[in-house]
C-alpha cells in the first residue's frame, strides 16, 4: 500500500500531526471470540540507528493503527492470527512495509528501519499553507530539514542547520567573533530600501528575524534566531519568495523560514544527557607565510626573524604589548550542556530541555596595566523550553510552548575602528597606539541578551472534513549593550561609559480554517483565516564622560551625561480565502487571495491585495507512466507578497531644536506621503521533484522570475517645499530570477553499509530596472545601487584589469546596460601595461552578493553504528573590497606589495607599470584595484559518530553515541584579502558587504557525548 494509505488509518495525525498524543485510532474489526496476538517492535533510523519516537505503524487490512513511543517502541494489540502486511511511515522517511505471522496469544516481534528521505511526495508540510498539506498537493518549492539531516553535525545555532543543506539559501559567516550573527538570504536581493531577510517563526509564532543593536566598537552583532537550541529542533521548513508566501503578506516577500520544536510521545519519561567539550582556534591570517611569516601581526606579535626576514619583519616590529604566548590568537574552551527528557499518556505529554553553555573565542587577551586577567572573549548561555500537548476531547488538541534564554557576550572592539584591535595589529607600525595594541582591549564592550518566546496552538476539528487552527504568542528580546573607555584609556584619558537597553516585542494571532468536501468527484479544499501582528520597541540609550578617576562607573559618574529614547509600534494584519481542488489526488489547483492592512500605510492607500495560485500533477500516478521509473510531480505557482515601509515613512514629522536662547522649536524632518504603500514582488516558478532507481535517487528542479514593482526609493525633495532630505517614494523596480536544483543518490543500501551523496546548486540574479529618476544610491563602501545606462563605446572597450571582467563589457553602444542589486563601482586602471602613471576611469565591477551557491554532502554509516558526515559548499559570482589590502597599502604595510615599495624607495617609481603602481604604490592606489571575485568554497562540517553496542551498556541506559566532530575546516578561494567572507558590519540589516580589519570565521572541533536513559 501507499503511504496515503496509512494516513487514512491512522487518521488525521499525518495530516494533523497534534493528534499525535491519541496513540490509537480506529477500531479492530473482528469479532470478541476471535483469538488474537500482538505484534510488537522498535522504529529506528536505517542511517544511525537512533529511535524515531512518534512514527505511525498500521495494518491498513483491519483499520488499527498506532504510533510508537517516545524510545520507538510500538505494540498492536487484539491482531488476529494470521499473516499480515505492517506499514511504518513517519514525516521525512520513506514508507516501508513487512509481512508479520501472527500466533494466538503470542507476541510477534517485528522492528523497521525508515532511511531520511529527501522528497516524499506523502511528506506533510504546513509553511505557506492555509493548513498541513501533503507534499504532492503543494505547487511551490519548499524545504524541509529533519532532525536525522543535522543530529550528527557539529551545530550550534539554527544557521548551521541550514548553511550547505538548504537549497536556495545563503548563510554567510560575517567574522570570527563568538556571538556575531550571520547573514542569511533566501533567493538573494529583491528590495532597495529594506530587508531582504526571512520572517522566521517557531511552532507557529513569529520572532525578531534581524540582528539586534548593531556595535559600532565591535562591528559585529547578536541575533536572537541563534538562541534557540538547536537539540531542541524536529525540523525545519523554508519557503523562498513570493509564490509561496503569499499566505503570509506584507513583510515576507523575502521567504519564511518555520522552525518547529520537539514534543512529547506517549510512554514513561526518556532522558536525554549530552555533553561537548572543544575548542576554537584559528590557523594563518592574510597571505601565504613566505611573504606574510607574522599573520599580518596576530599570529605572531614578536617575530624575531626567520631564513627569509633576519632580524624580524619591518612591515610588523614586535609589539612590547604581546602576550607572553608571543601571538594575540589561542585555542578557545568550548563547553556546552543539554539534557532533555520526553513522555506523555495517550491524552497528555512533555518534551522539557535544559541547556548550558560557554564558548571562549581566539583572542589571548592577556592582563591588563594592574596585572588583572581582562575578560575573554566569547559567551555564556542557558536556556530552557518546556512543550506540553493535551487532548481534553478526541476533536481537540491543544500545545503550550514556551521558551527562555540568557546570553551573555564579551566582544573585541573590531572592525572599521580607530580602536579596534585589528586595526591596529594588521596595520603594523602605522597604527594609532605607537605599536601597543594590548591597551586596546581595556576597553570593555559587552551584551547581554534575555529572549522570551511563548505560544498556544490549538486545533479543532469538529467533523472530518473540517478543521479550525489558531496560534497565538509573543516573542521578547531584551538587549543591553555596555561600552566602557576606563578612566587613563590611552584615547579617551577622563573615560566614557554607554549604555544601550533595548526591548523588542512581537505579538502573533493566527486562525486558519478549511472546509472539505467532493463535488462531483472532485475533492474540494476551501481556507480561511486571517493574522494580526503587533511589533513594539523601546529603547533608552545613555551616555557618560570625563570621570574624575578610576573604578567603578554608571552613567551618572561622568561630568557630561546625555541620554535618548526610542518607542515605536507597529500593527498589521489580513485575511485570506484559499480554494484547492484535486482530481483523482493526482492533479491539484490551488487559487488564493490574501489582503493586508499596514499602520505603516499612508493614511490615503487603503488596503493591499495579494493573490496566488499553484499547481500540482502527480504524472507518475497515470497509468501511462513507466511503473519502473519512480514517482514524478510538476508543478508551478505564482503570488505576490510585500514589504511595509518604516513606520513614519508616510507621515509628515518635525524635529525638535533649541531656537533663540535655548527656547524649543521645530524644523522641517520628514515630508511624508499620504499614498505610500508598500513595495509588491510578482513571482512565478515552475519546476519538478521526484524519486527514481526505487527511491535511491531522490531529485528537484526549479527556474524562479521576481518583479518587485513600487519599490520604495528614496527620492531627493526639492529645496523649496522646506523639506530638504529624502522621502520614500513607489517608483522603482528591480527584478531576480534563478534555477535551483538538487540531486540525492543513494549509492549504497544495506544492513551492513549506507552511502548517501547529495548534489546542490542555486543561482539568483538580480538586476536594478528603474530607481524613479534616480541614476544612482550610493550605499556605502563603494556599494551601489545604479540605474539602467546606455552603453557607450567607452563602456564597452575599458580595460579588462584582472580578466574578471566588469558590468557592461563588450556591449553593444546604444543598448540598455542593467546592474546587479547592488554593485561595487570603483577606479580600476585602464593602462595596466604601461610603463607610465595609472589613468583610471569608473568601473562597476559585479555584484556584492553571491550570484550562486553549490554545495556537496556526503553520510557513509557502518552497521549502522559507525558514521562518517560532510558538508561541503561554495559561492561566487559576486565581488567583495578588501579595505585591509587597500588601507594597508596606503601604509605601506602589506606583505604582497614588499618589491614595489622596495622599488619605491630606491626611486625606481618611473621603472614601475602601471598596473603596480596602481596595485601597491601608496600615493595613487585605489579602492577598486583590491576589489576582486571572492568565489570560495569550504569544507563547512565533517564528523563521525560512534553509536555504543547496548550489550556495553549498563541497564539504566538505553544508547550511547560518541561523535567527534568539526566545523569551517578548510578553506579554498583566490581572494587576497583577510577572508571571502569576512563582513565588517556582521549581520546588520544593509545591502552591501566589505572586508575591514575583522577577525575570519574560526575553526572548531568538539568531541561529544550522548547518553539517552
Not at 521526484?690 to 526609493?713: C, M, V
Not at 553504528?865 to 560532510?870: E, I, N, S
Request: aromatic share 10%; with cysteine; hydrophobic share 35%.
Amino acid at each position: 500500500m501507499s503511504p496515503g494509505s496509512i494516513c487514512r488509518v491512522v487518521g488525521r495525525t499525518a495530516l494533523n500531526p497534534l493528534l499525535a498524543a491519541a496513540l490509537l485510532i480506529g477500531t479492530v474489526h473482528a469479532s470478541a471470540t476471535a483469538q488474537t496476538g500482538t505484534v510488537t517492535g522498535t522504529v529506528r533510523s536505517a542511517t544511525n540507528g537512533q529511535p524515531i519516537p512518534g512514527a505511525q505503524v498500521a495494518i491498513p487490512e483491519l483499520n488499527v493503527g498506532i504510533l510508537a513511543n517516545n524510545v520507538g517502541r510500538y505494540l498492536l494489540n487484539n491482531v488476529p492470527a494470521g499473516t499480515h502486511t505492517v506499514e511504518v511511515q513517519y514525516i521525512g522517511y520513506s514508507a516501508v512495509s513487512a509481512e508479520v505471522t501472527v500466533t494466538a496469544g503470542q507476541a510477534a516481534v517485528q522492528d523497521f528501519d525508515l532511511r531520511s528521505e529527501a522528497i516524499s511526495l506523502e511528506g506533510v508540510v504546513v509553511t505557506g499553507t492555509a493548513g498541513a498539506a501533503r507534499r504532492r498537493e503543494i505547487g511551490n518549492s519548499i524545504s524541509q530539514l529533519n532532525e536525522d539531516a543535522f543530529q550528527g553535525a557539529p551545530v550550534s545555532n539554527v544557521a548551521d542547520i541550514l548553511q550547505g543543506r538548504a537549497l536556495g539559501t545563503q548563510v554567510l559567516n560575517n567574522g570570527g567573533q563568538v556571538g556575531a550573527g550571520s547573514t542569511i538570504k533566501l533567493r538573494g536581493n529583491n528590495s532597495v530600501s529594506f530587508s531582504n531577510s526571512p520572517l522566521v517563526y517557531v511552532d507557529g509564532v513569529r520572532i525578531r528575524e534581524r540582528g539586534l543593536v548593531h556595535s559600532v566598537e565591535a562591528n559585529q552583532q547578536t541575533n536572537p534566531f541563534d538562541d534557540i537550541n538547536p537539540a531542541d529542533i524536529e525540523r525545519v521548513e523554508v519557503i523562498k519568495g513570493a509564490a509561496a508566501t503569499t499566505l503570509y503578506g506584507t513583510e515576507a516577500a523575502g521567504g519564511v523560514i518555520q522552525i518547529f520544536t520537539k514534543r512529547g510521545v506517549a510512554g514513561a519519561p526518556a532522558w536525554s544527557l549530552t555533553v561537548d567539550q572543544g575548542l576554537n582556534t584559528l590557523g594563518h591570517i592574510g597571505p601565504a607565510p613566505d611573504v606574510n611569516p607574522t599573520g599580518l601581526g596576530m599570529n605572531n606579535c614578536n617575530f624575531t626573524g626567520d631564513g627569509n626576514f633576519a632580524g624580524g619583519d619591518p612591515q610588523f616590529p614586535a609589539d612590547p604589548s604581546c602576550p607572553a604566548s608571543g601571538t594575540w590568537l589561542k585555542d578557545g574552551y568550548i563547553q556546552t550542556y543539554n539534557l532533555s527528557v520526553r513522555g506523555g499518556a495517550e491524552r497528555m505529554n512533555y518534551f522539557m530541555s535544559a541547556r548550558w553553555g560557554a564558548e571562549e573565542g581566539v583572542f589571548d587577551t592577556g592582563i591588563d596595566g594592574n596585572g588583572v586577567a581582562r575578560p575573554t572573549q566569547g559567551q555564556e548561555s542557558w536556556n530552557l523550553r518546556g512543550n506540553f500537548s493535551f487532548a481534553p476531547a478526541d476533536d481537540i488538541d491543544v500545545r503550550f510552548n514556551t521558551f527562555y534564554s540568557h546570553r551573555d557576550v564579551t566582544w573585541v572592539p573590531d572592525g572599521n575602528n580607530a580602536e579596534g584591535l585589528l586595526l591596529n595589529v594588521f596595520r603594523g607600525g602605522s597604527d594609532y597606539t605607537n605599536d601597543e595594541d594590548g591597551k586596546l582591549l581595556d576597553m570593555g564592550v559587552t551584551n547581554i541578551n534575555d529572549h522570551f518566546t511563548s505560544g498556544i496552538n490549538i486545533i479543532w476539528n469538529p467533523t472530518d472534513n473540517m478543521n479550525h487552527r489558531i496560534n497565538t504568542g509573543i516573542d521578547w528580546v531584551r538587549h543591553t549593550y555596555f561600552e566602557e573607555r576606563p578612566w587613563g584609556y590611552f584615547y579617551v584619558q577622563n573615560g566614557d561609559r554607554e549604555t544601550n537597553e533595548s526591548t523588542f516585542r512581537k505579538l502573533t494571532l493566527d486562525y486558519a480554517g478549511s472546509w472539505a468536501r467532493n463535488v462531483f468527484g472532485v475533492a474540494s479544499q476551501f481556507s480561511f483565516g486571517g493574522q494580526l501582528y503587533n511589533d513594539f520597541v523601546t529603547g533608552t540609550l545613555g551616555f557618560g564622560r570625563d570621570f574624575a578617576g578610576p573604578g567603578a562607573k554608571v552613567l551618572q559618574s561622568g561630568a557630561i551625561t546625555q541620554a535618548s529614547e526610542t518607542n515605536s509600534t507597529v500593527t498589521s494584519g489580513g485575511f485570506f480565502v484559499q480554494e484547492q481542488l484535486g482530481l483523482g489526488d493526482r492533479m491539484f489547483l490551488t487559487l488564493g487571495v490574501r489582503v493586508d492592512g499596514h499602520s505603516a500605510f499612508g493614511r490615503d492607500f487603503g488596503l493591499e491585495t495579494y493573490p496566488k495560485a499553484s499547481f500540482s500533477y502527480v504524472v507518475s500516478d497515470e497509468d501511462f507512466f513507466p511503473a519502473g521509473f519512480g514517482t514524478l510531480k510538476l508543478r508551478g505557482a505564482f503570488g505576490e507578497s510585500g514589504k511595509a515601509p518604516g513606520l513614519f515613512d508616510a507621515t509628515r514629522t518635525w524635529a525638535s531644536v533649541a531656537g533663540d536662547n535655548g527656547r524649543p522649536g521645530v524644523t522641517p524632518d520628514n515630508l511624508g506621503n499620504p499614498d505610500l504603500g508598500p513595495e509588491r514582488t510578482r513571482e512565478w516558478e515552475v519546476g519538478f521533484e521526484g524519486t527514481t532507481l526505487n527511491d535511491r535517487i531522490a531529485f528537484e528542479y526549479q527556474y524562479f522570475d521576481q518583479n518587485t514593482f513600487d519599490a520604495l526609493i528614496r527620492v531627493t525633495q526639492l529645496p523649496s517645499g522646506g523639506f530638504v532630505g529624502t522621502q520614500l517614494e513607489n517608483v522603482g523596480q528591480v527584478t531576480n530570477s534563478g534555477h535551483e536544483a538538487f540531486i540525492n543518490a543513494t549509492l549504497v543500501a544495506s544492513n551492513s553499509i549506507g552511502w548517501d551523496v547529495g548534489l546542490r546548486l542555486s543561482t539568483a540574479r538580480s538586476r536594478v530596472v528603474d530607481l524613479g529618476g534616480l541614476e544612482s544610491i550610493n550605499l556605502g563602501w563603494r556599494n551601489y545601487v545604479r540605474a539602467p545606462v546606455e552603453c557607450t563605446t567607452e563602456m564597452a572597450n575599458g580595460a579588462n584589469f584582472d580578466g574578471n571582467g566588469f558590468v557592461g563589457m563588450g556591449c553593444t553602444p546604444g543598448e540598455t546596460v542593467h546592474f546587479p542589486l547592488p554593485a561595487f563601482c570603483h577606479d580600476r586602471v585602464q593602462n595596466p601595461d604601461e610603463v607610465a602613471a595609472p589613468r583610471y576611469d569608473e568601473q562597476c565591477l559585479g555584484p556584492t552578493t553571491p550570484t550562486h551557491t553549490y554545495g556537496l554532502s556526503t553520510t557513509l554509516t557502518l552497521g549502522q553504528r559507525l558514521t562518517f558526515d560532510a558538508v561541503g559548499e561554495g559561492m561566487g559570482g559576486h565581488w567583495l573590497s578588501s579595505g585591509t589590502a587597500y588601507q594597508n597599502t596606503r601604509r605601506r604595510v602589506w606583505p604582497l606589495c614588499r618589491s614595489t615599495f622596495d622599488a619605491l624607495a630606491a626611486g625606481q617609481r618611473d621603472q614601475l607599470t602601471a598596473r603596480e603602481r596602481a596595485l601597491c604604490d601608496p600615493s595613487v592606489v585605489r579602492y577598486g584595484m583590491w576589489t576582486q571575485p571572492a568565489d570560495f568554497f569550504k569544507l563547512r562540517s565533517a564528523s563521525v559518530s560512534y553509536r555504543v553496542p547496548e550489550t556495553w551498556l549498563p541497564n539504566t541506559i538505553r544508547a550511547a553515541t560518541v561523535r567527534l566532530q568539526g566545523r569551517n575546516l578548510m578553506t579554498f578561494t583566490d581572494f587576497e584579502g583577510v577572508d571571502p567572507e569576512a563582513f565588517e558590519d556582521g549581520s546588520a540589516e544593509v545591502l552591501f558587504r566589505q572586508e575591514y580589519y575583522n577577525l575570519p570565521p574560526i575553526r572548531s572541533f568538539l568531541l561529544s557525548v550522548q547518553v539517552d536513559f
